[in-house]
């Protein structure tokens, strides 16, 4: 236990749905961020909130859409998917908005997404 | 362009064996480097930290060295033991240290 808890833990959907992943850290961290991890890819770094200001998107497509509404609860907003967006999902925390970089990130177990 | 290369092919030694998994990258300047390791289906789970002003770093069985100047760092399993068996990441800061981009990790199969 990680004590960041990522919901559901398996989703499938059609291109047209609409979904939303969710995550909560019970760290008491500021800092929260996605990433995807594709098969034989490496993580991919998609949003970074710092105390629930978006600071970071790394060239995401529109169809994702993040939410923060505090800094224990993190969103991602699926809505028109392609296939390709197939993927294991990650949420992560840190006590700072650093990135991660001094200090360790704290991930949750994923959200396995599949787009049919 | 920036590149952060682990071996992409699966390490297989014997139990009880040492593991060595090497970390390469280029065009970075980073100011910590830190090893994850990774079970199937799981999220990433924070091993060791190693900063620039650092050689070497030490936790158990794991030790850590960083070579700014061959840029290049390895990490090391001592008395290994298939519950060691995981893929293992480096990710590296960005010159800022604001930002950490991973490594696509190394598969270890320990073997009994």
């Known amino acids: 236990e990680t004590g960041v808890t990522q919901t559901p833990r398996h989703l499938v959907m059609g291109m047209t749905n609409k979904k939303s992943l969710k995550c909560e850290q019970h760290?008491?961290?500021?800092?929260m961020y996605w990433y995807k991890q594709s098969a034989k890819k490496p993580l991919e770094l998609m949003f970074v909130?710092?105390?629930?200001?978006?600071?970071e998107n790394n060239s995401v497509p529109s169809r994702f859409s993040p939410e923060c509404p505090n800094s224990s609860h993190l969103f991602l907003h699926l809505h028109t998917l392609q296939p390709e967006d197939s993927a294991l999902y990650l949420c992560?925390?840190?006590?700072?908005?650093?990135?991660?970089?001094?200090?360790?990130?704290?991930f949750g177990e994923g959200s396995r997404l599949t787009v049919l | 362009s920036q590149k952060i290369e682990q071996n992409s092919e699966a390490l297989n030694i014997q139990e009880g064996k040492t593991a060595t998994l090497t970390c390469n990258y280029t065009?970075?300047?980073?100011?910590?480097l830190q090893w994850y390791r990774q079970d199937p289906g799981r999220g990433p789970v924070f091993l060791l930290l190693?900063?620039?002003?650092?050689k070497e770093k030490r936790k158990e069985r794991l030790k850590v060295t960083f070579d700014t100047t061959l840029k290049q760092s390895l990490f090391h399993i001592t008395a290994s033991q298939p519950a060691d068996s995981a893929t293992y990441l480096c990710?590296?800061?960005?010159?800022?240290?604001?930002?950490?981009?991973f490594g696509g990790g190394t598969r270890l199969m320990v073997k009994p």
């Open positions: 992560a925390s840190s006590p700072t908005g650093s990135g991660g970089a001094t200090g360790e990130l704290f």
């Open positions: 760290l008491g961290h500021n800092a």
């Open positions: 909130y710092n105390f629930k200001e978006q600071t």
């Open positions: 065009n970075y300047s980073p100011a910590y």
């Open positions: 190693i900063r620039e002003n650092e």
């Open positions: 990710a590296l800061s960005n010159n800022a240290g604001n930002m950490l981009t």
